[in-house]
Nanobody
Framework: QVQLVESGGGLVQAGGSLRLSCAASGSIFRTNAMGWYRQAPGKQRELVATITGVERTNYADSVKGRFTISKDNAKNTVYLQMNSLKPEDTAVYYC???????????????WGKGTLVTVSS
């Protein structure tokens, strides 16, 4: 009923920037918290940044000051602006959202399929 589609990944040199987008679609009444996670080869998935329905943000220490998360509630879309990228930021980036589906009283957790970010040194 709900799909999350990420875009904006790609190859960038160290020090460069990328902007990821994640659009939620389907029978959506409201999106609550949305966020970005990443998984590097051979590592567990980790939190990158989250943003609540009231725009409260949280960042992993490794990205503070370099990444900015934002949300467009009207478009059910979350963005991740990534600046000063480092090779260690290389990973598949996944979008996550807590979505209240139309007709249901509670939110449910959804994930996108991921978008690959590769940072070359």
């Amino acid at each position: 009923q709900v799909q999350l589609v990420e875009s904006g990944g790609g190859l960038v040199q160290a020090g460069g920037s990328l902007r990821l987008s994640c659009a939620a679609s389907g029978s959506i009444f409201r999106t609550n918290a949305m966020g970005w996670y990443r998984q590097a080869p051979g590592k567990q998935r980790e939190l990158v940044a989250t943003i609540t329905g009231v725009e409260r943000t949280n960042y992993a220490d490794s990205v503070k000051g370099r990444f900015t998360i934002s949300k467009d509630n009207a478009k059910n879309t979350v963005y991740l602006q990534m600046n000063s990228l480092k090779p260690e930021d290389t990973a598949v980036y996944y979008c996550n959202a807590d979505v209240v589906v139309s007709g249901r009283p509670y939110g449910e957790d959804y994930w996108g399929k991921g978008t690959l970010v590769t940072v070359s040194s």
